[in-house]
């Protein structure tokens, strides 16, 4: 403690025992005098001068003790109460404003039901935990956001350099600039894809709910894919049910399919099969999406809707990780349910239950 804070609390010291002083000095004056008037007529008891002195130099003494005595006790009061608690809340904030949100304020012994500065505490403490969990999934992002660009745009700036070497055939040329171009295509789809899950994370899309057949629209999605599965010789099977109509975004719940199905045709290998399911009990509508792909462990199915999570790193160059983040915001956002069931080297079954119109 510095010197000029040691005097700030010595003259704090004395400002409150005179403001005990004064008024323990007037409320015992008035008492006493009260006392004397009253016993001096009832007894009939004639004061002399030198009964007052005496009186008046104990009461004095007596003020005197009382007030250094309340000085004292209120002082430790202030110290335990007020002064150590502000003091440990202001050296937390300070910690947390410097960017340390490991920082956490001490509880305190409670000294009475309604403990305001274990209150703030607390409440302090939950936001430093939410802090320290916005921060790690920042760092996280940006660290995910960099590795995942820096793929693409190597590839652009490494095939751009090899296009401009002279001699270079047309085969080669060809080559190159398909590189480049699903390399382009592929960041431009990283890029779309971190606003679109951005937004939804952040509510800056707000669902246009309106009445719509769902088993039209799985078609229509599942028929973009119509050349993917013809170059690949897939096998589709469907069985969806007809009348299903749900009361929803269109153009969320297309990102569901649309990414689902994606999933299930870039994991299934040449002659496998998928299968598109939609069946209703009249509450909730039963989508379920079935690859003969290269499943996934338990351990991988855990992570699965994680943003930039890729379980199967053989297949990371078609993909960026988000897709199934997306998935998942948007049916969190329907108040809708996702699971997966899936089996190594057998495949995958992803299972969205939503609301049916009522």
């Known amino acids: 403690m510095s010197r000029r804070h040691r005097w700030q609390g010595i003259l704090r010291l004395i400002s409150h025992f005179l403001v005990f002083f004064l008024v323990i000095g007037f409320v ?8 004397i008037t009253v016993m001096s007529e009832t007894m009939k008891i004639d004061l002399t001068s030198d009964h007052i002195q005496t009186a008046a130099k104990i009461t004095f003494g007596n003020v005197l003790l009382l007030s250094l005595l309340c000085s004292v006790i209120d002082a430790i009061r202030r110290k335990l109460t007020v002064s150590n608690p502000a003091r440990a809340i202001v050296n937390t904030t300070k910690k947390l404003i ?5 920082a956490r304020v001490p509880v305190l012994a409670k000294m009475d039901d309604e403990d305001v500065f274990n209150q703030i505490g607390e409440g302090i403490n939950r936001l430093a935990e939410e802090l320290s969990g916005v921060e790690t999934l920042r760092t996280d992002f940006v660290a995910n956001v960099s590795h995942e660009l820096k793929t693409p745009l190597a590839v652009i700036g490494n095939y751009a350099t090899m296009l401009r070497e002279p001699g270079l055939s047309e085969e080669k040329r060809l080559e190159y600039s398909k590189a480049i171009s699903d390399a382009s295509r592929r960041l431009a789809s990283l890029i779309t894809n971190i606003l679109k899950l951005n937004k939804l994370e952040n509510q800056q899309i ?3 709910n309106a009445v719509y057949d ?6 229509e999605c599942l028929l973009q894919f119509e050349s993917e599965w013809e170059k690949k ?14 009361c929803a975004d269109r153009e969320l719940l297309s990102l569901v ?5 994606s999933n299930a045709f870039k994991f299934t290998d040449r002659g496998g099969s998928v299968s598109v399911r939609l069946a209703t009990d009249g509450t909730f509508a039963t989508v379920s999406v079935t690859d003969t792909g290269c499943g996934m462990t338990p351990e991988v199915g855990a992570h699965i809707f994680e943003k930039f999570y890729q379980g199967d790193t053989s297949h990371a160059t078609r993909g960026n990780g988000l897709g199934l983040a997306l998935v998942k915001r948007v049916v969190d956002i329907v108040e809708g349910e996702i699971s997966v069931e899936s089996v190594s080297g057998k495949g995958s079954t992803f299972t969205v239950r939503i609301k049916t119109r009522q």
């Open 28 to 35: 015992t004056t008035c008492c006493l005098m009260l006392f």
């Open 98 to 102: 410097k960017g340390d949100f490991s």
């Open 206 to 208: 707000f669902p246009e």
């Open 214 to 219: 769902l088993g039209e629209q799985i078609c």
């Open 233 to 246: 010789e897939i096998e589709i099977d469907t069985d969806i049910a007809e009348d299903v109509t749900v």
């Open 257 to 261: 399919w649309n990414n689902l199905l």
